[in-house]
């Protein structure tokens, strides 16, 4: 065994040396000058977590065997936590600085569907709100890598709308136990056959759905390898992070996922985005700047380089926002491909939650049988309270209004999509100039309703572009 971990020890060593010489080949030839993110270095120490009383047959309760291996390589100074393969049954994993997550192949990591077993404690007193499965705060060093599977168990967690499922999958939610409101219209996984509840209503227990990943306050986080899946809400989101690399992960789960965004970026600083697959029920790859006033102290997302990524099912592809009031600098996203997804490039936001963008760069996206848009510049996303559409379709909104969505600096080029509704949409809010700066170029859209739905006055400039339809 020890023979064993040795190897494995010096595997992921050399690995970690080879990214490291590796990753600045994406920083040639950008368009602004951006940092690369410092890479999380971890001890040439090792345990497995069958050491400490693991057991990986799906029935065993694994929690505190994870939390043993933490605290032991913790007391080392951190190291790697070697998950063999089997099924791991557990509750909530925290990791400490200077340690990696380490999933061999065939290793998969499953939330335990017992939602009791979702929540911190202190002094005997449990949170009133549930935890993400894995999550790190203010912590360094931190790495989730290998071949296997993290998978959050989401079917016990999220509701179902039924016009977003079959017949089949209708009557299979059904067998489950579980609560339909609205008329059979949507299904709660309340009072369900073999878990109990974890608050009075099915509303109540449906609001502390959470995260299966969260990083937050971390400095240099590397996440490689691994599959992420199924989660109760969004699966993979550092949080005013610096110096994150997420390298060749696959992020999954059903297309009519409630709130499944797959990776979110929000308040990050120096961060590298490559080579990773992405199937998911709501936003693929999204950048996130906090929401008002008061999120100012996060500061901007800033330093983001976005390559060669694939994107199926998504509500979009690339996304920014809704939420970005601290603002976005200095992002390029260049080199991917969006494959079936709602809307392609996405920039969505509203008042209340706005901000301001500069140097945005996208270039070289190849898209195909987008549902929607493929790409799209909203400012009146869930700002209901703040903005109003008449029956005439004018918008009206407030005078003076604060956080209010600044659309500028951004420049694309090289699309290639072949099937949309509309190719290009962008409209604004009266009065407020959301829309300037904004450059497509060379580009080709095979449309299948609309070329361009484009505000009069909207500063967007299409040069050398080609539309086609029927």
Not at 108 to 119: C, E, G, K, S, V
Not at 183 to 212: C, V, Y
Not at 427 to 446: A, E, M, Q, R, V
Request: glycine share 10%; aromatic share 8%.
């Amino acid at each position: 065994m020890k023979k064993t971990l040795m190897v494995v020890v010096a595997m992921l060593t050399s690995l970690t040396a080879a990214f490291a010489n590796d990753y600045g080949k994406y920083y040639q030839n950008l368009p602004v000058k951006m940092e690369q993110p410092v890479l999380a270095t971890i001890p040439d120490y090792s345990v497995n977590l069958t050491d400490f009383g693991a057991v990986g047959d799906g029935l065993t309760l694994n929690t505190e065997a994870f939390e043993k291996a933490i605290k032991a390589l913790d007391k080392k100074g951190g190291g790697h936590l070697i998950v063999p393969q089997g099924i791991w049954l557990t509750g909530l994993i925290s990791l400490k600085d200077n340690i990696d997550l380490h999933l061999e192949k065939n290793a998969i990591i499953l939330a335990t569907p017992d939602r009791t077993q979702h929540f911190k404690t202190k002094d005997g007193v449990r949170d009133k709100k549930c935890s993400p499965l894995i999550s790190a705060s203010k912590r360094k060093n931190i790495s989730i890598t290998g071949e296997g599977i993290i998978d959050g168990n989401g079917a016990v967690w999220r509701p179902v709308k039924r016009s977003k499922v079959s017949d089949v999958e209708w009557k299979q939610y059904n067998e489950m136990g579980g609560t339909q409101t609205d008329g059979g219209k949507l299904w709660f996984p309340f009072n369900l056959k073999h878990f109990g509840n974890i608050a009075d209503t099915p509303q109540a227990q449906e609001s502390l759905r959470t995260h299966l990943i969260r990083l937050t306050d971390c400095d240099r986080v590397f996440v490689s390898g691994v599959t992420i899946q199924n989660s109760p809400k969004f699966h993979l989101i550092p949080t005013r992070c610096t110096n994150v690399v997420v390298d060749g992960v696959t992020i999954r789960c059903p297309w009519n996922a409630q709130n499944g965004d797959a990776l979110d970026i929000s308040c990050c600083k120096n961060v590298l985005i490559v080579n990773n697959t992405i199937d998911a029920g709501d936003d693929g790859i999204c950048m996130k700047g906090g929401a008002g006033k008061k999120a100012a102290p996060d500061g901007p997302c800033e330093n983001i380089l976005i390559e060669n990524n694939t994107v199926y099912h998504a509500h979009g592809g690339f996304v920014i926002g809704s939420e970005f009031s601290n603002g976005m600098k200095n992002i390029v996203v260049r080199k991917n491909r969006f494959s079936g997804t709602d809307t392609g490039l996405r920039f969505k936001s509203g008042i209340g939650r706005g901000g301001k963008t500069e140097n945005i760069y996208v270039s070289d996206i190849v898209m195909t049988d987008i549902k929607d848009e493929a790409i799209i510049f909203e400012c009146t996303y869930a700002d209901k309270k703040y903005s109003v559409k008449e029956d005439n379709g004018k918008v009206t909104v407030p005078q003076n209004a604060e956080c209010v969505p600044e659309w500028s600096d951004i420049h694309i080029s090289n699309v290639v999509c072949r099937g949309c509704e509309t190719a290009v949409s962008a409209h604004g809010l009266p009065g407020y100039g959301c829309l300037k700066g904004i450059t497509i170029d060379n580009s080709t859209f095979f449309y299948n309703k609309k070329d361009k739905d484009i505000e009069a006055g909207a500063d967007v400039k299409l040069t050398n572009c080609k539309f086609a339809t029927f």
